[in-house]
Nanobody, 115 residues
Framework: QVQLVESGGGLVQAGGSLRLSCAAS????????MGWYRQAPGKQRELVAA???????TYADSVSGRFTISRDNAKNTVYLQMNSLKPDDTAVYYC?????????WGQGTQVTVSS
């Protein structure tokens, strides 16, 4: 069974940085797409950043220039470097991965940015 395990969330002051990691275990294949979503209380889950196996990257406008996504295909691991964090970035961040028609989600990691 495939599991996505996130780490790196926590509490940080505005302007600070965090690095999220998501490691896939139990997989014998390389994912097509991997990325990050987030969901704040009372809001819909939104795409933060995604990266295809070929290296094509998509960012939400709200994080472009501040966040950087990267991945290690051999390890089926995806990272999210978050700089210049704002209180509006506060949310639960979810790792996401695709393989053909299969979609996998992590259980989420809380990121809280204080003013």
């Amino acid at each position: 069974q495939v599991q996505l395990v996130e780490s790196g969330g926590g509490l940080v002051q505005a302007g600070g940085s965090l690095r999220l990691s998501c490691a896939a275990s139990g997989s014998i294949f390389r994912f097509n797409d991997m990325g990050w979503y987030r969901q704040a209380p009372g809001k819909q889950r939104e795409l933060v950043a995604a990266m295809t196996s070929g290296g094509t990257i998509t960012y939400a406008d709200s994080v472009s220039g501040r966040f950087t996504i990267s991945r290690d295909n051999a390890k089926n691991t995806v990272y999210l470097q978050m700089n210049s964090l704002k209180p509006d970035d506060t949310a639960v961040y979810y790792c996401n991965a695709h393989f053909r028609y299969e979609v996998y989600w992590g259980q989420g990691t809380q990121v809280t940015v204080s003013s």
